[in-house]
């Protein structure tokens, strides 16, 4: 057994259910406890209907919106113009106070039948580091990597979506042309945020 790498560990011990709460917000079914850089954390209880963050933990930014399927012109740097339909995978965890926080993956673009146009894509390194501050908080976690994840919810806009998609703006269930999928997670698959694929 590799004991330095267990004193690093970040991860949930709970499958903690996730899914859409009402509107914007999000729910889970369990208890989870966690920790993060190996410093165990309070126990998070089950959320009913937590609120949802309107800006990326990793960046600090506004999340990106999910561009109307076959959009050419105006999109952000990177998004493929005149897909059939677009992407997005949200890394969803908890802080050390139990703060719900989210990472925003690249938007991709889908054919006319929903798939990926190109491999499934990952969260990309250059999106920054799982926290937003240097330093160091509470029992030495680094802030920078002050997030522990539970799992990601994947976001597929459809040709009969009339609008564009924002993640904590838009509703997480019942949009029209919009399709959810959501995954529990007890890590980051490989350490690294670069290998959570879409699914």
Do not use: H
């Amino acid at each position: 057994m590799d004991n330095t790498a267990l004193g690093s560990l970040t991860m949930s011990f709970a499958k903690a259910g996730l899914s859409a709460g009402t509107t914007t917000t999000i729910s889970t079914t369990t208890t989870v406890p966690y920790c993060i850089e190996g410093v165990w954390q309070t126990s998070k209880t089950a959320i009913t209907n937590g609120a949802t963050p309107t800006t990326d933990w990793s960046t600090g930014n506004a999340f990106v919106p999910i561009p109307i399927p076959l959009t050419s012109t105006g999109l952000p740097f990177g998004v493929p113009g005149a897909c059939a339909g677009y992407a997005c995978a949200y890394a969803v965890g908890l802080d050390n106070t139990g703060a719900i926080r989210v990472i925003q993956g690249p938007i991709v673009g889908l054919d006319a039948n929903g798939n990926f146009i190109s491999a499934a894509p990952s969260l990309n390194p250059s999106f920054g580091p799982n926290g937003p501050n240097p330093g160091t908080i509470a029992g030495g976690v680094g802030a920078d990597n002050n997030f522990c994840i539970i799992g990601a919810i994947t976001v597929k806009l459809g040709s009969a979506a009339v609008a564009t998609w924002t993640f904590g703006t838009n509703n997480l269930s019942g949009v029209t042309g919009v399709t959810y999928n959501f995954t529990d997670l007890a890590t980051v698959p490989n350490g690294s945020l670069y290998s959570l694929t879409y699914s």
